[in-house]
């Protein structure tokens, strides 16, 4: 039925056309609803060292909900600004917390956060290997998750994620009705994010990174913020066309916005950022997502960059949905080319 629905809208509304990138990033925002937000009153709530690195646990409000709190990594003896990178952490099935899946705090992963990250990213906390490397990261929470999660009435990990697993769509429609979307309101509060990391004096260029949901939000940051020098994302990214057949309901709600198809499919709007930089990471073995529309998207996405084509970097593997070892040094390196420059 939905391969059929698939064919009669295409017949009557069209969707997936090819707007220019500046006006995609501008239609694309207003369709989505994107929240104007900023990281007010911010607050350090404890710091640590960790060997060669410094840490901060920040706070933040952006004017609704309990205050967003966030890990800031940094070595612990740089002098002068260094690049930055905001750190996004995946969906996973896991909401009972968002930063701590990929950065390490003063009291280390407990035990549901260590299986993630042995499926998702290869045992370790890459944020914090990032921040060895010379960079300023911040990692932090995004609407429904850790500090920012509802109260579900539920106080344990395993049952508060079954319970926010079927809060997700009232929270999708609750920001519809409100004229907003689930990714509009994510991506108000990453760009937050990402404007306070700029400010610091102790940062320089900024760029983003992030698997899964968090590469769906670093796509979002790369399309909506003009300040963004290089984007990672990380297993996520597929032509929607291809995936109205098995694949739609694999996802959160914040892959599917109202109104983006009738403005262009998701590689579009990942490419938007063209002539900036930017790497996509293809998992080959992704039950996510189908072959044919990592393929499809590629090719959308070296067409949008065919006047920048050393500015897109494309990574294909032969691994499930993850961002490995392997995968983390590959984005790190192109990190530190892109904004060490």
Same mark, same amino acid.
């Given at each position: 039925?939905?391969?059929?629905l698939? #064919?009669?809208a295409a017949?009557?509304?069209?969707?997936y056309p090819?707007?220019?990138g500046?006006?995609?990033?501008r239609?694309?925002?207003?369709?989505?609803?994107? =929240?104007d937000l900023?990281?007010?009153d911010?607050?350090?709530e404890r710091?640590?060292? *960790?060997?060669d /690195?410094a840490?901060?646990e920040?706070s933040?409000s952006?004017?609704?909900g309990?205050r967003?709190?966030a890990?800031? /990594? !940094? $070595?612990a003896?740089?002098a002068?600004?260094?690049?930055?990178?905001?750190?996004?952490?995946?969906h996973?099935?896991m909401?009972w917390?968002?930063k701590e899946?990929i950065?390490?705090? $003063?009291s280390?992963? &407990?035990?549901e956060?260590q299986r993630?990250?042995e499926r %998702?990213?290869?045992g370790?906390?890459?944020a914090?290997e990032l921040?060895r490397?010379?960079?300023v990261v911040?990692?932090?929470?995004?609407?429904?998750w850790?500090?920012?999660?509802?109260?579900?009435?539920?106080?344990?990990p395993?049952p508060y994620d079954?319970a926010?697993?079927?809060?997700e769509?009232?929270?999708a429609?609750?920001c519809?009705?409100?004229?907003? &979307? +689930?990714?509009?309101?994510?991506a108000?509060?990453?760009l937050?994010?990402?404007?306070?990391?700029? &400010?610091? @004096?102790?940062?320089?260029t900024?760029?983003c990174v992030g698997?899964?949901g968090g590469? %769906?939000?670093a796509a979002?940051l790369g399309?909506? *913020?003009?300040d963004?020098?290089?984007?990672v994302?990380?297993?996520?990214?597929? &032509?929607?066309r291809?995936m109205?057949?098995g694949?739609v309901?694999?996802?959160?709600w914040?892959?599917? $916005?109202?109104g983006?198809p !009738?403005?262009g499919?998701w @590689?579009d /709007?990942?490419a938007?950022?063209?002539p900036?930089p =930017?790497?996509v990471?293809y998992?080959l !073995?992704?039950?996510l997502f189908p072959? $044919?529309?990592?393929r499809?998207?590629?090719?959308m996405?070296? #067409?949008?960059?065919?006047?920048a084509?050393?500015?897109? #970097?494309?990574v294909w593997? *032969?691994v499930?949905?993850? +961002? *490995?070892?392997? !995968?983390?040094?590959q984005a +790190?390196d192109? =990190?530190a080319q892109?904004l060490k420059a």
């Amino acid at each position: 039925m939905f391969a059929e629905l698939a #064919e009669v809208a295409a017949a009557r509304l069209g969707p997936y056309p090819s707007l220019p990138g500046p006006e995609l990033r501008r239609a694309a925002r207003a369709a989505m609803g994107v =929240l104007d937000l900023a990281a007010g009153d911010v607050r350090v709530e404890r710091s640590w060292t *960790d060997g060669d /690195l410094a840490g901060e646990e920040l706070s933040w409000s952006v004017g609704f909900g309990p205050r967003t709190h966030a890990y800031l /990594l !940094r $070595p612990a003896d740089a002098a002068g600004p260094l690049p930055g990178v905001v750190a996004l952490h995946c969906h996973g099935g896991m909401k009972w917390v968002g930063k701590e899946k990929i950065a390490d705090g $003063p009291s280390g992963p &407990s035990l549901e956060v260590q299986r993630v990250r042995e499926r %998702l990213y290869g045992g370790r906390a890459y944020a914090n290997e990032l921040a060895r490397r010379g960079f300023v990261v911040l990692a932090p929470d995004v609407l429904t998750w850790g500090s920012r999660r509802f109260p579900l009435g539920v106080n344990e990990p395993g049952p508060y994620d079954a319970a926010a697993r079927d809060h997700e769509h009232v929270v999708a429609k609750y920001c519809a009705a409100l004229g907003t &979307s +689930f990714a509009g309101v994510a991506a108000g509060e990453d760009l937050a994010a990402a404007a306070y990391l700029r &400010s610091r @004096p102790d940062v320089g260029t900024v760029g983003c990174v992030g698997l899964s949901g968090g590469g %769906l939000r670093a796509a979002l940051l790369g399309a909506f *913020d003009p300040d963004m020098r290089a984007v990672v994302v990380a297993a996520m990214v597929s &032509s929607y066309r291809d995936m109205i057949d098995g694949y739609v309901e694999k996802h959160t709600w914040m892959l599917w $916005p109202p109104g983006l198809p !009738r403005l262009g499919d998701w @590689p579009d /709007l990942v490419a938007a950022r063209a002539p900036e930089p =930017l790497m996509v990471q293809y998992a080959l !073995r992704d039950e996510l997502f189908p072959e $044919p529309g990592m393929r499809r998207a590629h090719t959308m996405i070296e #067409e949008r960059y065919r006047e920048a084509p050393d500015a897109y #970097e494309a990574v294909w593997a *032969d691994v499930p949905h993850s +961002f *490995d070892v392997t !995968r983390q040094e590959q984005a +790190f390196d192109w =990190l530190a080319q892109r904004l060490k420059a």
